[in-house]
């Protein structure tokens, strides 16, 4: 079982929709969670930390459930714009600072 | 606020020669991780940072691949002898702290390297 695991997608979406990323990880002693989205040959980009409570920014919505160990993205009002990859992130268990990185699950935003 | 700076972006090598990466982390950023991405795959966690010192290496091959990060000067991810299967973007991040808060980590541009 990959350490983390997401859906590659693509997911193709009309402007203005809703859309959902899950993904799950298998280190249960995980205490870093983030989404980070990488654009086509560019590098990471920091979306938002995951944080126990859920958070928000925006039309962006993270939330973490720890009991079932995955992770979730919601995306409000898709734009061209949000067209990318995105990366969900977990620390290793040997250590906070080793990224663990899933493969990406693709969006394309469709005019 | 200058992000995280890598050069050069673009690296063409021959079989057997070596390969220099370079990367400034962020202004006031102590720490560096250096990571690999292979074409269609995730990013894998190389080395791991701070001034002088290797914290981890754990994901850096032992044989022919080195990294520093000296007081003055960027670090240096330094590949000897590549091969073909070195071909790759290989990214660096800096972060403010290692754990706890802060510890998000930022990412410069990427080095491609193209071994012929």
Redesign the interface.
Known sequence: RKE?EQDPGPFNVPEGATVAFNCTYSNSASQ?F?WYRQDC??????LM?VYSSGNEDGRFTAQLNRASQYISLLIRDSKLSDSATY?CVVN?A???????????TRLKVLA | NAGVMQNPRHLVRRRGQEARLRCSPMKGHSHVYWYRQLPEEGLKFMVYLQKENIIDESGMPKERFSAEFPKEGPSILRIQQVVRGDSAAYFCASSLTSGGAYNEQFFGPGTRLTVL
């Open positions: 983390v870093s983030f040959r560019k590098e990471p980009k920091l930390s990366l290793a040997s250590g906070t600072y080793k990224y663990i990185f899933g493969t990406g």
